[in-house]
């Protein structure tokens, strides 16, 4: 499995919204196939989110796989929702500024640095969308990195250095030299 972000989410979004953001994952994806209540396994392309497509001959096709796991109660997976918030520290709850009672999940099949990149730019789309607070790990050379870009919230310390912020941030960072998503 490749990285995973994170986007956490003030209160359950409106059908309407969601009915966009399933509009957006199958308007940008060649497959969106929703296994169970709002679990999506995508391919992107990569030119839909921006990025280069690779040159002929390469062992890469040129598209991403993605789990988008919407979660919460009355859409998906509570248990799993609770549990990964159960050890919601404190620091982050400030930064975000609310209690998230839903998240989102987008998660790559592989872990190639395109992957990366492809993952950054799929979860600021679905936050453009669903709004939230992207919320990613950090390899601890990136924390100085991230602290001043545009949409940061902020960053929390501990062992492993967390960043909150928009969309904006994530499109940001992706550009920077070095970027990289903990797994």
């Known amino acids: 499995m490749g990285p995973t972000l994170v986007i956490e989410l003030a209160e359950r979004p409106s059908w309407t ?4 953001f399933h509009a957006l994952l199958r308007e940008l994806s060649t497959h969106c196939e929703q296994s ?3 679990l999506f396994d995508v391919l992107v392309p990569l ?5 280069a497509t690779p040159a002929a001959g390469t062992a890469y096709d040129g598209v991403a ?4 796991h ?3 109660p009355g859409l998906g997976d509570v248990d799993i929702f609770e549990a990964e918030h159960a050890d919601d520290e404190p620091e982050v709850r400030a930064l975000l500024g609310f209690t998230p009672t839903h998240a989102v ?3 790559a099949d592989c872990n190639r640095p395109v992957d990366h990149m492809a993952t950054a730019l799929l979860t600021a789309a679905i936050a453009e969308v669903l709004g939230g607070v992207a919320e990613a790990e950090l390899p601890g050379t990136q924390v100085a990195v991230v602290s001043g870009l545009p949409g940061v919230r902020g960053v929390v310390g501990g062992d ?3 960043a909150l912020g928009s969309a904006e941030f994530l499109r940001a960072w992706v ?4 970027f990289h998503l903990l797994k």
Do not use: A, C, I, Q
């Not at 550009?175 to 070095?178: F, L």
């Open 17 to 20: 919204v969601l009915d966009e």
């Open 36 to 38: 169970r209540p709002w």
């Open 47 to 51: 030119e839909r989110l921006g990025l």
């Open 65 to 68: 796989s993605f789990l988008v």
């Open 70 to 72: 919407v979660l919460g």
């Open 105 to 107: 999940n987008v998660s």
């Open 160 to 162: 492993v250095p967390t």
């Open 175 to 178: 550009v920077r030299p070095g």
